[in-house]
C-alpha cells in the first residue's frame, strides 16, 4: 500500500538510508513499496538490489516538486516507464525549465496527483490517478465519486522512520531553508505522520473504502521492474558493431603500436601483448580499450597533449595504443594488477589533459557516442563532522561565537560539560554521512549501451553537460565502467612552456622524447638537488626534502618517490624505513621471508599498492580478488563496512592458517593498513616520473619559458610571488604590468617577461580583456587622455592602473598622473573607445615636480600585486641583519644553534601521536635560496606564523641524511619600515 516511500536521497527531507528502509519494511511485513524520491532517482536501482535480496518486491518513481510544492507523483509500471519518468525530469532539468502543473501522459508509468476536491471534479487520463491519505477520506462522505471510483489510491507517505527521526527532518529542513528551527511551517517539512504503520494499521484505516485499498493493490500487482538482475555489462558492447571486428581492429592496432614502440624482433613483447590480449577479450574489455583509443586519437589530432595514468598503465597494450607513455616491461608491471580474470571490478584508465582542452575532449565524447548514451558521473557530498555542528546551531539559533566555540578541538573537554553540545552531539550521531547535495565528479564519463535514462535521470550542474544522479561506487553495481578525462595544471604548463620556446627562441621541442630525458645528467642532477620548483609534483618542500635525502638521480628511484611521498607512508614510519634501507641494502631486515622474497626490489618496504596485493596473497594466503578489495577498501573505493571487515578478517585466519606469528603478523598488517589507503599503482608512479622529467627538462634548459607558462596556467604548489622570483633567477627581466606592451598573462620577449594584467587586483574583467585587444587592433596608446578615451574606463580603475604603475609609457611620475586623472575625469570627459581619426591637443597645466620612491611603488605592488617588485621584502626591512648564516653553508654548522633571517614561503602543519600541533615552515634567504624549518610543540607558540614576510629565527641545525634543516627554538617576525603617506 506504500506508492509514496522516500529515502535520505531525498536531500535534506528524507531520513532513512535504503537499508534502513528495507528493513522497516520487512519488520512491518510490507511486501512490495514503491520508491518515489524528490525530483531524483538516485536509489533506484539501489532499492531494487536490496529489495530483491529481502523478498520485497521494487516498484520505482519518482515525486515531482516545484519548490516546495508537490504536484504528483510517477510510479513506473516496468523498467520502460522508468524510463519515461526519468526522461521526463531530465528533459526538465536540462533544458532548466519549471515542471508544469500535470504532467504529460505516459504509456508505462502512472501518476498519482494529490487528493483535492477541485481535481477531482477534472477528467482524469488513462494513467492518471488520486491519491488519498486516510485523514482526508471524511471529504469523501456524501459525494458521488462514481466517476472516480476507479482512480483512487492510497496515500501514505514516508519519510521518516519515527518520532525521533521526524524531529530529525526538522532539523534537515531548517538547514535546507536556511532557516530557524521555529520558523519552520507546515509547508516546509513533512506531517508527524509520514512512516510506516503497524502492520494491518493503513487497511483498518482504509475499511470503509475497501475498493481504494483493491484499487491500491491491484495496480502495485501490476508493476514489474523488469531490470535485469545479477552483474551486468551496461558499457558500450561494441566499438566497431561486432565484437569479432572489435577483436580484430583492437589486435591490429596493437601489433602496429607494438613495432612503433618496441620495433620488429621484439619476442618479450609481442607474447606480453599477445597474452593481454586474449585476457583483454576474453573478459569483454575490447570495446572498452578501442573506445579509449578513439578518445587518444581525437585529442592527439587536435595537438591535445595527454598523460594516461592509474592501473591502465600496466597495460602494454596500452602502452602500444599510446594511451599511456609508460613502459610496462622497462619497470616490470604487474597487468593483473589492472586487470585479471577474477577481478570483480572494472579495468581503469585515467587521461589527464590540459585545463583548458579537457571540456573540448568531453565534447567530442558526448557527440561521438550520442547525448541519450552519454553522461557525466556524478558524486554525493555528505554531512561532514564540522559542517554538521555548524548547519545545527544555525538552525537553532546559537550566535556565531558559541558555534565556532564547538567546532574549536581546543575547546572539546569544556564543551563536553556543555548541555547545548550534547544536544547537537546527539543529532550529529544520527546525521553524519547522510547525503547532503549531489554534486560532480572530477572527471568521470559514462557511455551506456541503452539509453542511460533507463537507470537514472539526469542533472545539469554548473559544468553544463549531463550529469548522472549516483555516483561512481553505484556505476561500478549497476554495471557501468567509467572514462575519467580529467584536467591538471601540470600538462598545461609543460603545453604552454613548448609553445613559448617556440615563438620566443624559434624552437620545437619534442617533449615526449622522455627516455632521452631521463639519461640526461644534468636533469638528474637537479633531482638529486631538489632543484624543482614548478615541476610536476615534485616542486612541494616535502618532495624536494625526498629527493636530496634519496639522492635520487635516476627514473626507479622517482618512481618509488612519488609513491612513498603519501601521507600514510610518512606517517607510519615506513618513508624513513625505505630512505635508510634504500642506502644500506646490505643490511636491511625482513619481518619474515616472504617480505623479502616479495619486497626485496624495494627494501623491504611497501612502495605500490601492487606490493600490498602481493603481501596478502603470499603471507596471508589471500586469492587475488580479495586482496585487490581489501586494497580498494583501504583506499575509501569500497562501500560495504562489514564485507570489508570480513576480509580483514580473512588476512588474519590466513595468516594463521599459514602458521606466522601473531606478532609479526600484526605489524605486517600495520604495514599494510597504514600504507594502502594513500599508496599509488606503480604504473600511476611512473606516468607521474615521466610528466616529472619532461617538467624538469624544460625548467633546465628554457628556464624563463617554463616559469612564464607555470605562472600562466596557476594550479602549483606555491603562491604566485615564489614564482616571479623563479622567473628573475632563470635570468628574465621581470616588469611591472604597462598597458601598452602587457597582454592579459605574463608574456615574454627575448630576456624581458611582463607580467599581465590579469594579476592586477580590483582591475575588472572587462577592462583586463578590453585593453590588450584595443592596443592590437588601433595601436599603442598615445598619452593618459588617449588611453581614457579609447578604454572609456572610470576614475577608480584608472587609478588602479596608475599606482601599479602601468601607465609609466607616459614618461610621468604616478603623482602627476593622478593629478591629472582627477582633472580630466571631474570634468567628465566622453569615452570615445575608438581611434580618433583627428587628434586634437588637449590642455596642458603646468604642476610642481611631483616624485614618486621605490618605497611607495613597492607598497603600491604589495597592495595590487600581492608582492612587491621594485624592492625585496628584505630591503623593507628595518633591520640591515641578515642572519649569521646563509642556506649555502648551513650544513657545516650541524648539531650548532645559528641565528638567520627567512622571508617566509609556506608552512604546513601535522599532528604528533599526542595530538599537538607542530609545523614544518619553508623561508627564502636573504640569497634567495630555500632552507626548512621544524617547530616542535614544546618550543612553539599555539600558532607560530604571523603571515607573510621575514624572521628573525633562532635554531639548532640539524641533517638527515643529507639534508639540513633548523630545529626552531625561538620565532619572531620582523618589522618592515613604515608605509610613506602618499596624498
Known amino acids: 500500500m506504500y506508492l509514496n516511500v522516500h529515502s535520505q536521497y531525498s536531500l535534506r527531507y528524507g531520513t532513512m538510508s535504503i537499508e534502513k528502509l528495507i528493513k522497516e519494511a520487512a519488520f512491518r511485513g510490507i511486501t512490495q513499496m514503491a520508491l518515489t524520491d524528490i525530483n531524483n532517482s538516485t536509489g533506484i536501482m539501489e532499492f531494487m538490489r536490496a529489495c530483491n535480496k529481502n523478498g520485497i518486491k521494487p516498484i520505482g518513481g519518482i515525486e515531482f516538486r516545484r519548490n516546495k510544492q508537490l504536484l504528483y507523483i510517477g510510479v513506473a509500471k516496468d523498467k520502460e516507464g522508468m524510463k519515461e519518468l526519468n526522461d521526463f525530469l531530465t528533459e526538465h532539468n536540462l533544458e532548466q525549465k519549471e515542471l508544469p502543473d500535470k504532467a504529460k501522459p505516459f504509456k508505462n508509468a502512472i501518476v498519482i496527483y494529490p487528493y483535492a476536491d477541485d481535481i477531482a471534479t477534472e477528467p482524469l487520463g488513462e494513467n492518471a490517478y488520486l491519491g488519498i491519505r486516510y485523514d482526508e477520506l471524511h471529504s469523501l462522505h456524501g459525494k458521488d465519486i462514481s466517476h472516480i471510483k476507479n482512480k483512487l489510491l492510497v496515500l501514505q507517505p514516508v519519510f521518516v522512520a519515527n518520532r525521533l527521526e521526524y524531529r530529525l527532518h526538522e532539523y534537515l529542513r531548517g538547514v535546507d531553508l536556511n532557516t530557524l528551527l521555529t520558523m519552520i511551517v ?100 575490447c570495446a572498452y580499450f578501442l573506445i ?39 619497470l616490470d608491471l604487474y597487468f593483473e594488477r589492472f586487470l585479471n580474470a577474477q577481478r570483480t571490478s572494472p579495468p581503469d584508465f585515467d587521461i589527464d589533459y590540459s585545463w583548458d582542452e579537457r571540456e573540448d575532449v568531453q565534447d567530442y565524447i558526448f557527440k561521438r557516442y550520442g547525448k541519450d548514451h552519454t553522461a557525466l558521473l556524478g558524486t554525493m557530498s555528505t554531512f561532514k563532522d564540522r559542517s554538521i555542528i555548524r548547519e545545527i546551531g544555525k538552525v537553532m539559533g546559537l550566535p556565531k561565537a558559541e558555534i565556532d566555540g564547538f567546532t574549536d578541538p581546543a575547546k572539546a573537554v569544556e564543551n563536553r560539560k ?44 554548473p559544468k553544463g553537460m549531463p550529469t548522472v544522479q549516483w555516483d561512481m561506487y553505484e556505476a561500478e553495481a549497476i554495471g557501468y565502467d567509467k572514462y575519467d578525462i580529467l584536467s591538471q595544471r601540470g600538462i598545461g604548463h609543460i ?70 611521498i603519501r601521507p600514510g607512508v610518512a606517517q607510519s614510519g615506513m618513508m624513513k624505513a625505505y630512505i635508510q634501507n634504500f642506502h644500506r641494502p646490505e643490511a636491511v631486515e625482513y619481518l619474515h621471508p616472504v617480505m623479502k622474497e616479495q619486497l626485496e626490489d624495494t627494501f623491504g618496504v611497501m612502495v605500490y599498492q601492487e606490493d600490498v596485493i602481493k603481501i596478502c596473497i603470499h603471507y596471508a594466503g589471500m586469492d587475488g580478488t580479495d586482496a585487490d578489495i581489501l586494497r580498494r577498501g583501504m583506499s575509501g573505493k569500497y562501500r560495504s563496512k562489514i564485507e570489508f571487515n570480513k ?78 622570483h623563479e622567473l628573475q633567477k632563470a635570468g628574465a627581466k621581470v ?68 599606482r601599479v604603475g602601468a601607465l609609466r609609457f607616459t614618461g610621468k611620475s604616478k603623482k602627476t598622473l593622478l593629478w591629472e586623472v582627477h582633472m580630466m575625469l571631474g570634468g567628465k570627459v566622453k569615452p570615445v573607445n575608438h581611434a580618433e581619426l583627428f587628434h586634437l591637443e588637449s590642455k596642458h597645466y603646468i604642476l610642481p615636480e611631483l616624485i614618486n620612491t621605490k618605497l611607495e611603488d613597492a607598497y603600491h605592488e604589495l597592495e595590487l600585486l ?53 609545523w614544518f615552515g619553508t623561508f627564502l634567504d636573504a640569497d634567495g635560496n630555500f632552507f626548512d624549518t621544524t617547530h616542535f610543540p614544546n618550543s612553539t607558540p599555539t600558532y607560530p606564523f604571523r603571515g607573510k614576510g621575514c624572521y628573525l629565527i633562532l635554531g639548532k641545525v640539524v641533517e638527515d641524511f643529507g639534508f639540513p634543516s633548523v630545529e626552531v627554538i625561538r620565532f619572531a617576525k620582523l618589522p618592515i619600515v613604515d608605509n610613506p603617506v602618499m596624498d
Open 186 to 285: 507546515p509547508e516546509d517539512k513533512c506531517r508527524s505522520t509520514d512512516m510506516f504503520l503497524q502492520a494491518g494499521e493503513l487497511e483498518a484505516k482504509f475499511s470503509k473504502y475497501a475498493f481504494i485499498l483493491d484499487n491500491t493493490r491491484k495496480l502495485m500487482d501490476s508493476c514489474r521492474m523488469n531490470y535485469e538482475q545479477g552483474k551486468v555489462h551496461l558499457n558500450l558492447k561494441t566499438f566497431t558493431g561486432s565484437k569479432d571486428d572489435d577483436k580484430a581492429l583492437l589486435e591490429k592496432l596493437a601489433m602496429g603500436g607494438l613495432i612503433y614502440r618496441y620495433g620488429k624482433n621484439n619476442k618479450e613483447a609481442l607474447k606480453k601483448v599477445e597474452n593481454e590480449l586474449k585476457v583483454i577479450n576474453d573478459l569483454g574489455y
Open 292 to 330: 579509449t583509443w578513439d578518445i587518444i586519437c581525437y585529442s592527439m589530432s587536435k595537438g591535445y597533449y595527454h598523460v594516461g595514468r592509474g592501473s591502465g598503465a600496466n597495460s602494454t597494450v596500452a602502452f602500444c595504443l599510446r594511451i599511456t607513455d609508460v613502459d610496462p616491461l622497462e
Open 418 to 461: 556543555n548541555p547545548t553540545f550534547e544536544k547537537i552531539t546527539a543529532i550529529y550521531e544520527i546525521m553524519k554521512e547522510m547525503p547532503n547535495q549531489r554534486s560532480i565528479h572530477a572527471g568521470g564519463v559514462l557511455i551506456s549501451e541503452e539509453p542511460i535514462t533507463y537507470y537514472t535521470a539526469l542533472d545539469l550542474p
Open 495 to 564: 603545453k604552454e612552456a613548448v609553445r613559448l620556446v617556440e615563438e620566443n627562441q624559434q624552437h620545437k621541442i619534442d617533449i615526449h622524447q622522455v627516455k632521452a630525458f631521463m639519461n640526461d645528467a644534468n636533469l638528474n642532477n637537479k633531482l638529486k638537488s631538489g632543484n624543482s620548483i614548478g615541476c610536476f609534483y615534485i616542486e612541494s618542500p616535502a618532495m624536494r626534502q625526498l629527493l636530496t635525502k634519496l639522492g635520487c638521480e635516476n627514473y626507479l628511484t622517482l618512481v618509488a618517490a612519488s609513491s612513498i
Open 647 to 724: 576480509l580483514v578478517e580473512k588476512f588474519n585466519e590466513g595468516a594463521k592458517a599459514l602458521g606466522r606469528s601473531e606478532a609479526i603478523t600484526a605489524e605486517v598488517w600495520r604495514q599494510v593498513f597504514s600504507f594502502a589507503g594513500y599508496s599509488f599503482s606503480k604504473a600511476h608512479s611512473a606516468s607521474f616520473a615521466v610528466e616529472s622529467y619532461q617538467s624538469l627538462h624544460l625548467k633546465n634548459y628554457y628556464p624563463r619559458e617554463f616559469m612564464v607558462a607555470v605562472l600562466n596556467n596557476y594550479g602549483g604548489f606555491y603562491t604566485r610571488w615564489l614564482y616571479v
Open 735 to 802: 616588469h611591472l604590468p604597462c598597458v601598452n606592451i602587457s597582454t592579459t598573462v605574463v608574456s615574454i620577449k627575448g630576456t624581458d617577461a611582463y607580467l599581465g594584467l590579469i594579476g592586477i587586483q580590483g582591475l575588472e574583467n572587462r577592462f583586463i580583456e578590453l585593453i590588450p585587444e584595443e592596443v592590437k587592433r588601433n595601436g599603442a596608446f598615445i598619452d593618459l587622455e588617449d588611453f581614457v578615451k579609447r578604454t572609456g574606463m572610470g576614475l577608480e580603475q584608472v587609478i588602479i592602473l596608475i
Open 866 to 918: 600581492g608582492f612587491p617588485l621594485s624592492l625585496s621584502m628584505f630591503d623593507l626591512l628595518k633591520t640591515p641583519y641578515r642572519g649569521d648564516v646563509r642556506t649555502n653553508n648551513l650544513i657545516q654548522y650541524v648539531g650548532q644553534t645559528v641565528k638567520m633571517v627567512g622571508l617566509y614561503v609556506c608552512e604546513k602543519t601535522v599532528h604528533t601521536k599526542n595530538n599537538k600541533k607542530m
